[in-house]
């Protein structure tokens, strides 16, 4: 079968201060008259999408890579990218298209390496146990273990009203949890009067995530009541804030978040770190908790003391 090319020309009317304009297309026509319904160009209809894909596929990784480019991620943090826990979570953000948003990225990699720093040094092979209230999607699950994993997270507790919850996303804070070896439970809580299901001082790690603030209503102020319950008194209390959870608070982190409804519960600030992603990472601890454990150092030294004086005699 035999194709002759034909090819067309095209010259625009010159218009003033318009430069002339000259269009060439090339087409293919069957030199007999019997037209068939096969497809005229190479891969059909199908080549559009299949090219729009390619494209987009190009693009995204080009994105990515400029970003990395670009913002300074730590070569230390290439570890983070190859390390297991981290990868299991971020797979769900390729699917989501939000891989592609480097905002999203530079928010993972700051809330990832500050918590990392902030992780308190537990005992050899301790196993602790974590609270999360109101949780969004678990993305932060994995950063509460240590990457050099000396410790283990035991317990996963999640507790809030769960608003748009459904099986789907309770079985992905559930997923996350496993990943991380902990055992995941759950309490659906919406009465202010309601305790946590909970022992006094037996979390280690409570965490609050961005818009948990927001998200807890009118419920903020006994959550935060309960949370001081449960924590121990050597317990951290890590945030995620955005500006709208520092409003809320009602104070700023240029004062320490003095006088806020989190100051006036009974917590202090320890650290905080803001990064230009527009989140602050840090912790809070229990205000007697310094208090106590120096009082509990006095006590020890006076018993040994009074020892050491009754042995003289």
């Not at 789907?168 to 055992?183: I, S």
């Not at 449960?230 to 995620?240: A, I, K, P």
Request: net charge positive; aromatic share 12%.
């Amino acid at each position: 079968m035999q194709f002759t090319p034909v090819v067309r020309q095209l010259q625009l009317e010159t218009m003033p201060g318009v430069l002339p304009v000259k269009l060439v297309g090339e087409r293919f026509e069957r030199a007999d008259a019997n037209r068939s319904r096969l497809p005229r160009t190479f891969l059909g209809w199908y080549r559009v999408p299949l090219l729009l894909a390619c494209f987009t596929a190009a693009a995204n990784t080009f994105q990515f890579a400029l970003f990395l480019g670009s913002t300074g991620i730590p070569v230390r943090y290439a570890g983070h990218f190859r390390a297991p826990h981290l990868r299991t979570r971020t797979s769900r953000g390729f699917f989501q298209g939000t891989w592609a948003d480097p905002v999203y990225w530079q928010k993972q990699t700051f809330v990832c390496e500050t918590l990392d720093v902030l992780l308190p040094k537990a005992q050899p092979k301790a196993k602790l146990q974590a609270l999360e209230i109101e949780p969004k999607d678990g993305k932060y699950i994995a950063y509460l273990k240590p990457d050099d994993p000396s410790w283990y997270l035991d317990k996963y507790f999640a507790i809030g009203q769960f608003k748009g919850f459904d099986d789907n996303g309770m079985n992905e804070l559930r997923k996350e949890a496993l990943a991380q070896g902990a055992a995941p439970k759950f309490q659906a809580w919406s009465i202010a009067t309601q305790r946590f299901q909970l022992e006094s001082g037996s979390i280690d790690m409570v965490l609050f995530s961005d818009g948990a603030m927001k998200r807890l209503g009118a419920l903020l102020e006994p959550a935060l009541l309960e949370v001081k319950r449960v924590l121990r008194d050597s317990g951290r209390f890590f945030f995620v804030f955005d500006d709208v959870d520092e409003e809320l608070s009602g104070s700023s982190f240029e004062v320490g978040l003095k006088g806020s409804i989190i100051d006036r519960i009974g917590f202090e600030l320890v650290a905080a770190n803001r990064g230009e992603c527009g989140v602050v990472v840090g912790y809070f601890r229990k205000k007697f908790a310094r208090a106590s454990s120096g009082k509990r150092l006095s006590s020890r030294k006076a018993t040994k003391k009074r020892s050491i004086a009754k042995g003289r005699e």
